[in-house]
């Protein structure tokens, strides 16, 4: 896979859950919880399906008996459950600002761990791009008017979801098994916990709703596939970059199709950002040739 066909697929992920919300309103009668378990299971009957299609059910963990692989994986696993049940509990806590801005801090943290941990090496031009990103994104921090651990918790997990998944070697489809197969025991704790596996709620309260649930799986588990098939191709600082279309397409819809109002900070901040991705591109544009270091590969 070229380098130019990985950054498709990984602005192709990002772009999907830029505009995934809308899908998440359609249930907003069902508890957080409960649309948490179906995603984990359904994505987990989803890829084992198609590994089963391609014969490949038996092979697919095999890279998981090298143990950087395994623990790699299992840094996944970990990172990706925090992030999702953070979120969640935003949700239910009325934290959705928070949340948002986690995904705005994100970016510039997969972007420093590819410069830090992976010797990835930022251009001058990269360098006051990332200055840039970091100024829209302490304005942005700057108009919640408190210390905003909930985002840097949802932004250092993601982020070190994308570093421990371009790291560990395995297979896409059956490294988002794994993860999703460790993720699914915790999730029915959670939701076994909270009454919620008995009466219509499990269901949601329609024959809609549940078709909604179960079509979660592939909503969930195809932009994660799209991000791992894509990044052994990429750098991790061009993922961090891509990471803005998310929540720069979750405002759009927020705007021009929810009605939503824009306050001073999102237009001081997001223009800033946004410089700051144009002059990361150049940037990038300009090392096509340049091959990651080889502590990033994927074995």
Known sequence: MTKEQGGLLVCSAFAAWGVLPAYWRLLFRVEPEVILFHRILWSVVLLGLM?????????????????????????AVLSLGVNWYVYIWAMINNELVASGLGYIICPVLTVLLGSLACGEKLLGHQRAALVMMAAGVVLRAFALGRFPSVALVLAVSFALYSFFRKRSGVMAIAGLLFECMLLLVPAAMIVHSRGLFAGGAFWGGSPWESALLVMSGAVTALPLLLLAQGMPAVTLKFVGVAQYLAPTLTLLLAVLVYGEKLVLA??????????????????????????????????
């Open 51 to 75: 590994l089963a299609a391609r014969g490949q059910l038996g092979t697919a963990f095999s890279a998981l008996r090298q143990r950087s692989a395994l623990l790699m994986a299992c840094g």
């Open 266 to 299: 999102d237009y001081l901040s997001f223009p800033v950002i946004w410089l700051g991705v144009v002059m990361f591109l150049f940037g990038h544009a300009a090392q096509l040739a340049i091959r990651p270091s080889w502590i990033c590969k994927s074995s």
